[in-house]
Nanobody, 114 residues
Framework: QVQLVESGGGLVQAGGSLRLSCAASGSVGINTMAWYRQAPGKQRELVTTITWDGITNYADSVKGRFTISRDNAKNTVYLQMNSLKSEDTAVYYC?????????WGPGTQVTVSS
């Protein structure tokens, strides 16, 4: 059984930065990892993805501000968030997806004060 544990969320002023981490425990094969977020009253949305070999994709709303990276040896994915805006406030969820499986982390709160 794979478990995902996020860390690094918190409260930050607009314009500031945060770095989220997500560590996967257990045996994982080749996979794609992603960050999603859900703001109050809104649907969960995809923020960014990274494949096993490092190919990335970003939502238009975060391009140029957020950077996803991963360390396959540590089964860990990171999200560097810069120039944060109030509209980035949400619970951020880590996602790991393989051919036959998908796992979610419990989420970490990011609050950006204006």
């Amino acid at each position: 059984q794979v478990q995902l544990v996020e860390s690094g969320g918190g409260l930050v002023q607009a314009g500031g930065s945060l770095r989220l981490s997500c560590a996967a425990s257990g045996s994982v094969g080749i996979n794609t990892m992603a960050w999603y977020r859900q703001a109050p009253g809104k649907q969960r949305e995809l923020v960014t993805t990274i494949t096993w070999d490092g190919i990335t994709n970003y939502a238009d709303s975060v391009k140029g501000r957020f950077t996803i990276s991963r360390d396959n040896a540590k089964n860990t994915v990171y999200l560097q968030m810069n120039s944060l805006k109030s509209e980035d406030t949400a619970v951020y969820y880590c996602n790991l997806r393989g051919t036959y499986y998908e796992y979610w982390g419990p989420g970490t709160q990011v609050t950006v004060s204006s």
